[in-house]
Structures are given as structure tokens and as C-alpha cells.
């Protein structure tokens, strides 16, 4: 019988390629041949109202909460290299210290000779300070899990990885180069920064400062000032204690009252915010989207309102009988502090906040 040309082709592309991919597995598995795995742990005793700082080149971290008056460390780590010897030295090259003196304790997570100068090539994946990891394609797993008492402040910066923490009885301060962040309750005040990642928090009881480099953000109730920043993605707040600045490059921001002023920014998304007092000046604008601002009945404010986008208009309850169009400017109540909306390809709504 005579063979197809064409399907023979076919028949030696593919068998080709599965020898191609066979032998990638083969050499990847070579490559990673030794696989270790190992544990550090640690308890402290502290005292209520201490101060917990975790300083760590690298991991995920986990808080969980705990009674009485003792911290518990627990660092896993698993790596793979080419032979168990190597893999043992990058184990053997981590170190975990704690220094505990009067109301802190200070934990530090280091790498002690793996840092060297980067090449440029794009082959190692952790570097900070023109230093990079020159084992770090070979960490496949990293964490470290706290058990800390509920009454402690906490303090935690990784250079990479998430960071979930419970509620807080006191101030919590996070701080990651790569993963998100999820917080339960904090009782004081918050500083949550990743460079890329999304955070969620829930209630705070004092000033927030929320800051990402690409990922959504969302807080329950605020009682202080709230900064709140993301490069991209969505931003939702819920009762604020406090004047509120909010930006976005891109994404929906959507605060459910402040107290105070609201400045609120986004590239591309609609803004809708509620005031339950106006003190200051006020702006919410938008590149692409619709601005919707709840204001008291007996609020004092000139408002200050543009438009632009074929069809788009302006809508304020507090002037029925304004004509509709791109620009509007009216005092409310014989005026007050300047409020600033702005929406392009979209419509200002000023409503009366009647909940």
C-alpha cells in the first residue's frame, strides 16, 4: 500500500515533538534530583503589649492566634538541587534569630552567603539591593506560621510571599515585596504595603494606610484617616471615621460614608462615595466612568461639577431645577468648602444621603 506523504510528515513532526518533551522531563528531573525538607521552630515568652517584628529575605507567612504568653515559631522550608549535598547547604545557609528585650521582640529570617551581584541574565527570580538569590530557583516551599498572643502589636516584612494575619489587639504593620495580604480585625491602627498583590482587612480601629502596587483593595469600618492607593484594581471601603484619599489606576472606588472630605481618583472606573459630614474640600474624578456623591440634607458646599462625553450629564438633587449639562457650579445651603466632580464619558449624580 502506498503511503500518504503528507501524513507521514505529520507522523515524524509528532513523534518528534514527544521526544523533545520527554527528554525536558528527563532533564528536568535530573537537574532536581535531590529534594530536602526541614523545619526551625522557636517559643518566646512575652509580655501583653508587646511588639513583634518579623524581618524575613523570603516566604509566605502565616499568623495564627494563641493564648497565653508565648510565641511559636515554626519555619518550613523545602528545596531541590541536583544532589542532596547542595541541597543540604542552601538548607544549612538560612538562619532564624530572636533578640527579645522590654516590650519587643525582633525575629530575623536571613539567607547568609546566597546573595551575590546580579548578572542581568534573568535566571535568578529574588533580588533586592543589586543582590540576587543564587539559589533561589531551587526554594519550592517557604513559610513561616506564627502563633502569636491576640494582644500583641505586629510588625511583618517579607521580601516574598502572602501574609495572612487574624484579628489584631493592637497595631498591625505589614509590609511584602510579592503576594497579598488578608487581615482580620485590627484594634488600632493599619499599614498594609504590598508591591503586588491585593489586600483585604477587615474592621480598623484607628488611621489606614493601604497601599499596592497592582491588586484590589477592601476594608471594613475605619475609625481615622484613610490612604488608600493601588496601581490597579477596585477599591472598597466601608464606614470611614475620617477624611478619606483614595486613588486607582485603574478600577471602581466605592466608600460607603466618610467623615470629613473625600478625595477620590481613578483612571478608569465609576466613584460613588457618601459623606456623612463635609469639613473640607472635596474631589472625586474619573477618566471613564460615572461619580455618584451622597450628601446630608443640610449639607454646606459649593459644588463644582463637569462633564465631558457626548450625552453626559449633570444631575443634582439639591438643584431640581438646574439645567442639565457639561458644567454646573451651585452653592447648597448659601455654600461652604468646594466639592470637585468630574466625569469623563460619564454622569454626576449629587444625591441627598437620606440612610
Known sequence: MKQNPAKSARLRSWFTLALLIASIVVFSRTLFAAELEDRTQKDIQVKPGTTLFLDADFGGVEVKAATGNTVHVDVYRKVEAATKEEAQRILDDYSLTSTNEGDQLHLRGEFKTGWGPSRGSGRHSHCHNNQCLSYAENLREF????????????????????????????????????????????????????????????????????????????????????????????????????????????????????????????????????????????????????????????????????????????????????????????????????VFLKASYGRVQVRKNTF
Open 143 to 338: 513559610q513561616y506560621v506564627l502563633s502569636v498572643p491576640t494582644q500583641l502589636n505586629l510588625h511583618i516584612r517579607t521580601e516574598a510571599g502572602e501574609v495572612t494575619v487574624p484579628d489584631v489587639g493592637g497595631a498591625l504593620d505589614i509590609e511584602t515585596s510579592a503576594g497579598g495580604i488578608e487581615a482580620g480585625n485590627v484594634a488600632r491602627e493599619a499599614s498594609l504595603r504590598t508591591a503586588g498583590g491585593s489586600i483585604r482587612v477587615g474592621k480598623i480601629g484607628g488611621r489606614a494606610m493601604l497601599d499596592t502596587a497592582g491588586g484590589n483593595i477592601e476594608s471594613g469600618d475605619i475609625n481615622g484617616d484613610a490612604d488608600v492607593n493601588t496601581a490597579g484594581g477596585s477599591i472598597r471601603l466601608g464606614k470611614v471615621n475620617g477624611p478619606v484619599k483614595a486613588k486607582t489606576a485603574g478600577g471602581e472606588i466605592r466608600i460607603e460614608s466618610a467623615t470629613g472630605s473625600v478625595n477620590a481618583k481613578t483612571v478608569g472606573g465609576s466613584i460613588s462615595a457618601s459623606l456623612s459630614k463635609l469639613q473640607g474640600a472635596s474631589s472625586l474624578e474619573t477618566l471613564a466612568g460615572n461619580v455618584t456623591l451622597y450628601l446630608p440634607p443640610d449639607v454646606k458646599a459649593n459644588i463644582q461639577a463637569e462633564t465631558r462625553g457626548a450625552g453626559d450629564e449633570i444631575e443634582n438633587e439639591f438643584a431640581p431645577d438646574q439645567d442639565e449639562g457639561p458644567r454646573a457650579g451651585v452653592p447648597i445651603n448659601g455654600g461652604g468648602p468646594e
